[in-house]
């Protein structure tokens, strides 16, 4: 299967500080997306970005597909932006290959 | 919210039990999945159904049996689970396999 490794697996930021979030994956890849699991359990999706740039409010990612890896970027970090961050990725197959995701803490 | 529901939200369930975790989706979507999520591990893939069928089958234990009557239910039956199995257990689903995949609320399932 593919690998998928975070960084870092911790975090801790001050409100309103930025940070940038990455992920690196060890084979080609059809599908990417990032989410954010809040403290309740569920997945929320950010982004689905095989490839490129996109921009959603404070939130931005970045995947350069060729060198295998993606950025996930929080600007102006709030207390709700807490939780963790998952990447995901697919490749030729039909499963989805979870990284062991950034855990975010932001205090006000 | 994400168009995709799993009920319950909790359970606690003992080893004899037999129980089963309900998803519904109403996004249109043709593949549906299930993963397991324990503490400290990466989220496991457990099952993926396309168009109804079984696709995917993760060397998954038998105590668990995925059901797919259509392609906005899927179901997760328990049976004679033990205290490992204890986790949150994800539903989701997407238009096609590996296609943009949106996930329930999941269940927060205990076993003692």
């Known amino acids: 299967g593919i690998q998928v490794e975070q960084s870092p697996p911790d975090l801790i930021l001050q409100e309103g500080a930025n940070s940038t979030l990455r992920c690196n994956f060890s084979?080609?890849?059809?599908?990417l997306q990032w989410f954010h699991q809040n403290p309740w359990g569920q997945l929320i999706n950010l982004f689905y970005?095989?490839?490129g740039t996109k921009q959603n409010g404070r939130l931005s990612a970045t995947t350069v597909a060729t060198e295998r890896y993606s950025l996930l970027y929080i600007s102006s970090s709030q207390t709700t932006d807490s939780g963790v961050y998952f990447c995901?990725?697919?490749?030729?197959?039909?499963?989805?290959?979870f990284g062991t995701g950034t855990s975010l803490t932001v205090i006000p | 919210e994400t168009g995709v529901t799993q009920t319950p939200r909790h359970l606690v369930m003992g080893m004899t039990n037999k129980k089963s975790l309900k998803c519904e989706q109403h996004?249109?979507?043709?593949?549906m999945y299930w993963y397991k999520q324990s503490a400290k591990k990466p989220l496991e893939l457990m099952f993926v159904?396309?168009?109804?069928?079984?696709?995917e089958n993760n060397s998954v234990p038998s105590r668990f049996s995925p059901e797919c009557p259509n392609s906005s239910h899927l179901f997760l039956h328990l049976h004679t689970l033990q205290p490992e199995d204890s986790a949150l257990y994800l539903c989701?689903?997407?238009?096609?396999?590996?296609?943009?995949?949106?996930f329930g609320q999941g269940t927060r399932l205990t076993v003692v």
């Open positions: 084979d080609s890849v059809n599908n």
């Open positions: 995901a990725v697919v490749g030729t197959g039909n499963q989805f290959y």
């Open positions: 996004l249109g979507h043709n593949a």
């Open positions: 970005i095989p490839s």
């Open positions: 159904y396309s168009l109804e069928e079984r696709v």
């Open positions: 989701a689903s997407s238009f096609s396999m590996n296609t943009e995949a949106f």
